[in-house]
């Protein structure tokens, strides 16, 4: 599927449940662009992933460009520019995040004073994320206990990116969702929002 018909099959679809088996069919299910017809890589990839993280294998995912071979939201095709995104869905990764968070927290409110302004905007985007049960580590500031959890977390990332891995030349970025429900939510809504503004956009190209 390319990006054009990409966008036609999802115009056809009229109810949320239409929308939501779309999202499954093509976004959140099957073997994802980057690796081709490699179902065995994919497999290797995402156990070296979830052997790290003590995580099972069908609970890392692909997303974004890497999974369908462009962006609908950035209306660009997947190239060696682009990331791969790995979404790991595990209640228990998630918990055990967010037990050092809470120390991380209890810290914070004692230091908020010495805080600089960056570190406490980026929290805030951090904690918008989590309220949507989605761990980004990219969103936590640097002070405090979390630098060890951020650097092992990216250097870990970083050993499979660029070559590294079979997911081959690209640069590998991941954040952990607290179930499926919530990754498929977060794309459903996602996806939701973009046919409704790909209809806006449609039906004033028709009126020019």
Not at 12 to 29: G, P, T, V
Not at 152 to 171: A, H, L, P
Request: hydrophobic share 35%.
């Amino acid at each position: 599927m390319d990006i054009d018909s990409f966008f036609e099959d999802l115009h056809k679809k009229s109810s949320e449940e239409e929308i939501l088996d779309f999202c499954r069919k093509f976004i959140l299910h099957g073997t994802p662009y980057v690796f081709g017809s490699k179902d065995e890589d994919f497999y290797e990839f995402r156990k070296r992933i979830g052997e790290k993280f003590n995580v099972p294998f069908y609970e890392i995912y692909i997303t974004g460009s890497a999974k369908l071979g462009f962006s609908p939201f950035k209306d660009k095709i997947f190239d060696y520019d682009s990331d791969i995104d790995v979404a790991l869905v595990s209640p228990q990764l998630f918990e055990r995040i967010m037990f050092d968070i809470g120390y991380y927290q209890m810290q914070f409110r004692k230091n908020r004073a010495v805080v600089r302004e960056r570190e406490l905007r980026m929290y805030h985007e951090f904690l918008e994320y989590v309220a949507l049960g989605w761990i980004r580590p990219d969103k936590l500031p640097v002070s405090f206990q979390m630098r060890t959890f951020k650097d092992d977390w990216f250097d870990f990332f970083r050993s499979i990116s660029n070559g590294k891995s079979e997911v081959g030349n690209y640069q590998v970025n991941a954040g952990v969702f607290k179930s499926y429900h919530h990754l498929e939510t977060y794309t459903f809504l996602g996806i939701k929002d973009l046919k409704g503004q790909r209809s806006i956009e449609r039906v004033n190209g028709t009126s020019n």
